[in-house]
């Protein structure tokens, strides 16, 4: 517990939009202002930081905006704060509008800086995950997910239509870097026939026969959830193998982006409202450097060191889910 009083707070987006970000702006300058602080966003991230680019915020700098996807502060993937120069900058900057204390939304590689910032230049710091991966460690919920799966899934469920109607298999391929959160939560909730990994060996003749196998006993489509992996296009790869040694003709639709815009679902806009505002009262109480998180049903609070790592764990259970349901 550290007990160094915060008059003020400055609110920062990292890494990738997510639906619900602008919920968590609202409640921390809302909380900040509602207890007495100081409110500051600041623009464009790490980078916004760096270069400056810091506004003073009231209770109307964040009116209606509860039910807009994206971020008002917009963000970045900021290079120049990995560096000690760029993070000695950013705390000058901060010093400069008289910003006691620091609040990171974003996933575990903006954590990880915030880390280090709190480490070299003694500002307290706060995590909020936002990131519609569910990827972070510690964590069983990260800002802007359910919306992102919403989305994936009312996709699948259109393609499937014309699946149905074409006797068509096609290969969806969804956001999520590497991590296979959003693949397995849209391909349960669509029936899918079948999900491929981007990190793991792709078995392809179980793939083809149990395609083949449904096929035969009547059923007229199948969708093949992909991640997407370190760039988009793992599905074209996949139709090509499928065509090439299965003689598998397969349709390919890459969701991309879709998946991150769109109105936050009551899900991301309650848990963001709930963790910016014990952002703001945990740097209050002095609980700091400290990351919110979801856990057993609960918004809590853990330190960064939880938080830092990727989450890529494949529940088994899961996996069988999806194959036994879509015989
Ligand atoms: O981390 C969020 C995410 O949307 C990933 O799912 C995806 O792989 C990546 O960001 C895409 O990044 P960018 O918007 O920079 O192309």
Redesign the pocket.
């Known amino acids: 517990m550290n007990n160094k009083p915060i008059h003020s707070v400055g609110v920062l987006c990292s890494?990738?939009d997510?639906p619900g970000m602008n919920c968590a702006i609202r409640a921390i300058v809302r909380t900040a202002l509602g207890l007495g602080l100081n409110a500051y966003g600041i623009q464009r991230g790490y980078q916004g930081l760096i270069e400056n680019q810091i506004r003073s915020m009231d209770a109307s700098s964040v009116g209606n905006i509860i039910q807009r996807g994206g971020t008002i502060l917009q963000t970045s993937?900021s290079k120049e704060f990995m560096t000690a120069e760029g993070r000695a900058k950013a705390a000058a900057n901060l010093k400069q509008h008289n910003i006691d204390s620091l609040i990171v939304i974003g996933?575990n590689g903006s954590f990880k800086g915030a880390m280090k910032f709190f480490e070299e230049h003694g500002i307290p710091v706060a995590g909020v995950p936002g990131?519609?991966?569910n990827?972070i460690s510690g964590t069983d919920y990260t800002i802007g997910f359910d919306t992102a799966v919403q989305v994936a899934i009312e996709a699948v469920d259109r393609i499937r239509d014309t699946a149905s109607s074409h006797d068509r298999t096609f290969l969806v391929e969804v956001?999520?870097?590497n991590?296979p959160e959003?693949a397995i939560h849209v391909a349960i909730c669509t029936g899918a026939e079948n999900i491929v990994f981007s990190k793991q060996e792709i078995q392809y003749d179980k793939i083809s026969e149990h395609i083949k196998r449904g096929m035969a006993r009547g059923k007229n489509s199948s969708i093949i959830i992909v991640t997407?992996g370190?760039r988009p296009g793992l599905a074209y790869q996949v139709q090509d193998t499928l065509k090439k040694d299965f003689k598998l003709d397969a349709h390919v639709c890459i969701l991309g982006?879709i998946?991150?815009g769109g109105a936050p679902s009551h899900m991301d806009r309650f848990i963001a409202s709930r963790m910016g505002y014990l952002a703001v009262k945990s740097l209050v109480d002095g609980n700091y450097p400290l990351v919110t998180v979801y856990r057993d049903g609960h918004v809590a609070t853990a330190p960064f060191v939880e938080c830092i790592q990727d989450k890529h764990s494949i529940d088994k259970s899961e996996l069988e889910l999806v194959r036994l349901l879509s015989i």
């Open positions: 890494g990738g997510s993937r996933g990131t519609i991966d990827d956001m999520g870097r991590s959003i997407e370190d982006h998946q991150r």
